[in-house]
């Protein structure tokens, strides 16, 4: 049986207030998960080569030189939350302020490499005492997609411009490389890199002046910026509300509300006809189940003749497979009723269900990386800021694990980034 304790003041973190994060200022009391816990991050350490600091001074075992640290506040708390709920428990553990670690990113990125190897062969089964599957209320159908889509994209314009760039972009940029072919990121760089980004989806889509293009998922209004600028005509779709007032007061100031139509309005209820669709990292927060209708869709309204460049963030086919349908903190916290897709999910639900077929694609992961790395510093700068936006420390450090758990899964190749061109082969062909 499981059962509850209260939480005392995290460390260093002020009293979480129990109305706002319910199961982060709950401790659960699982006896037997959390010795099972225990000898799980014993074998973790030993493997992965972590060091893992306990209060007073002491570590859990020998680490060598520069390993990876974990640095554990309240052991207890740390492992019945991880006894109890896997990694959804370790992200509200950190959330709690019971763990911290001096490079983040070092440390998930380590976890993050080969995580199938994390649970010993042969206990795998054990996964479904504690793997949860997603709410019902969170799948995103038409009526609650757009619920989904307010507890992200509608925090607070004034909090995404705190860390993304001027450009207001929500997605991985494309840098310049070096000779070596590594991404030369810099923040200075970022907007170019954004604008090198949408101008290669446009360049897909081949926009140009008279274009009618259809964007699914509007962000702030960049990307419909730059294809007014070529001359195209443009109808956006967002369900963000918060983001629908400033990109139409963003193409407003630049002059080209003749060319910009932004529409409050679900994929599935698109109309008419376009030369074009784009969509950048809208996919993700489809899921798998309306996999089939998004492409559908996507079908329905190209013109003859037309093409679709889509970005989309990526996993591995296998490890999609194998967590598609579970509970994840991710989904709990920061993305309700997503699922990341796999180049080969596209493929084939594209195939299987229209006349579109993938002809193209690039990766660009280690560019979501450093895109993610500029992020996730700007956000830590300005943390007071943060809160005098109105967002408590759980938050903040919720966005922090967020911003680094996403870089390390770039950084490993656990996820991937794709610009993927669908055409499709027209009858008589």
């Given at each position: 049986?499981?059962?509850?304790?209260?939480?005392?003041?995290?460390?260093?973190?002020?009293?979480?207030?129990?109305?706002?994060?319910?199961?982060?200022?709950?401790?659960?009391?699982?006896?037997?998960?959390?010795?099972?816990?225990?000898?799980?991050?014993?074998?973790?350490?030993?493997?992965?080569?972590?060091?893992?600091?306990?209060?007073?001074?002491?570590?859990?075992?020998?680490?060598?030189?520069?390993?990876?640290?974990?640095?554990?506040?309240?052991?207890?708390?740390?492992l019945h939350r991880v006894g109890e709920g896997?990694?959804?428990?370790?992200?509200?553990?950190?959330?709690?302020?019971?763990?911290?670690?001096?490079?983040?990113?070092?440390?998930?990125?380590?976890?993050?490499?080969?995580?199938?190897?994390?649970?010993?062969?042969?206990?795998?089964?054990?996964?479904?005492?504690?793997?949860?599957?997603?709410?019902?209320?969170?799948?995103?159908?038409?009526?609650?997609?757009?619920?989904?889509?307010?507890?992200?994209?509608?925090?607070?314009?004034?909090?995404?411009?705190?860390?993304?760039?001027?450009?207001?972009?929500?997605?991985?940029?494309?840098?310049?490389?070096?000779?070596?072919?590594?991404?030369?990121?810099?923040?200075?760089?970022?907007?170019?890199?954004?604008?090198?980004?949408?101008?290669?989806?446009?360049?897909?889509?081949?926009?140009?002046?008279?274009?009618?293009?259809?964007?699914?998922?509007?962000?702030?209004?960049?990307?419909?910026?730059?294809?007014?600028?070529?001359?195209?005509?443009?109808?956006?779709?967002?369900?963000?509300?918060?983001?629908?007032?400033?990109?139409?007061?963003?193409?407003?100031?630049?002059?080209?509300?003749?060319?910009?139509?932004?529409?409050?309005?679900?994929?599935?209820?698109?109309?008419?006809?376009?030369?074009?669709?784009?969509?950048?990292?809208?996919?993700?927060?489809?899921?798998?189940?309306?996999?089939?209708?998004?492409?559908?869709?996507?079908?329905?309204?190209?013109?003859?003749?037309?093409?679709?460049?889509?970005?989309?963030?990526?996993?591995p086919h296998e490890r999609m497979l194998a967590?598609?349908?579970?509970?994840?903190?991710?989904?709990?916290?920061?993305?309700?009723?997503?699922?990341?897709?796999?180049?080969?999910?596209?493929?084939?639900?594209?195939?299987?269900?229209?006349?579109?077929?993938?002809?193209?694609?690039?990766?660009?992961?280690?560019?979501?990386?450093?895109?993610?790395?500029?992020?996730?510093?700007?956000?830590?700068?300005?943390?007071?800021?943060?809160?005098?936006?109105?967002?408590?420390?759980?938050?903040?450090?919720?966005?922090?694990?967020?911003?680094?758990?996403?870089?390390?899964?770039?950084?490993?190749?656990?996820?991937?980034?794709?610009?993927?061109?669908?055409?499709?082969?027209?009858?008589?062909?």
């Amino acid at each position: 049986m499981t059962t509850t304790t209260a939480l005392p003041a995290s460390t260093p973190s002020a009293p979480v207030d129990p109305s706002r994060w319910p199961d982060v200022a709950r401790v659960p009391n699982v006896p037997l998960r959390a010795a099972a816990a225990a000898r799980l991050l014993r074998r973790v350490a030993a493997r992965r080569g972590l060091r893992v600091d306990l209060p007073g001074g002491r570590t859990l075992q020998p680490a060598p030189p520069g390993a990876p640290v974990l640095r554990l506040h309240r052991p207890r708390a740390f492992l019945h939350r991880v006894g109890e709920g896997g990694l959804i428990g370790f992200g509200e553990s950190y959330q709690a302020g019971e763990w911290d670690s001096p490079d983040l990113v070092a440390l998930l990125t380590e976890l993050a490499t080969a995580p199938h190897t994390l649970v010993p062969p042969g206990t795998q089964w054990l996964r479904r005492l504690y793997v949860q599957r997603p709410p019902a209320a969170e799948v995103p159908t038409a009526r609650n997609a757009r619920r989904n889509v307010h507890r992200h994209y509608d925090l607070s314009n004034d909090l995404f411009a705190l860390f993304l760039d001027r450009t207001m972009t929500y997605s991985s940029a494309i840098f310049p490389t070096g000779p070596d072919g590594a991404p030369l990121a810099t923040r200075d760089g970022l907007p170019a890199a954004q604008h090198r980004k949408i101008d290669r989806l446009l360049d897909l889509a081949a926009v140009g002046p008279g274009t009618r293009l259809l964007e699914i998922g509007t962000g702030w209004g960049e990307l419909a910026l730059r294809a007014a600028a070529r001359g195209a005509r443009v109808v956006s779709l967002t369900l963000s509300e918060e983001q629908l007032a400033l990109a139409r007061r963003r193409i407003a100031d630049a002059g080209h509300t003749d060319r910009v139509q932004v529409r409050l309005c679900d994929y599935r209820a698109a109309e008419g006809r376009y030369d074009a669709v784009v969509s950048v990292e809208m996919i993700e927060a489809v899921g798998r189940p309306f996999w089939p209708r998004y492409f559908a869709t996507l079908d329905r309204v190209l013109a003859p003749g037309g093409r679709v460049a889509l970005q989309a963030i990526t996993m591995p086919h296998e490890r999609m497979l194998a967590s598609s349908g579970t509970y994840t903190w991710i989904l709990k916290y920061v993305f309700p009723g997503g699922q990341i897709p796999s180049l080969r999910a596209i493929e084939e639900t594209a195939a299987r269900h229209t006349r579109l077929r993938v002809t193209h694609a690039d990766t660009w992961g280690p560019h979501y990386a450093q895109t993610l790395r500029l992020w996730r510093e700007r956000f830590a700068e300005h943390s007071n800021e943060v809160a005098a936006l109105g967002f408590d420390e759980v938050f903040r450090r919720m966005w922090e694990l967020y911003l680094a758990y996403s870089e390390a899964g770039f950084r490993t190749g656990y996820l991937d980034v794709h610009q993927v061109l669908l055409t499709r082969e027209e009858a008589g062909r």
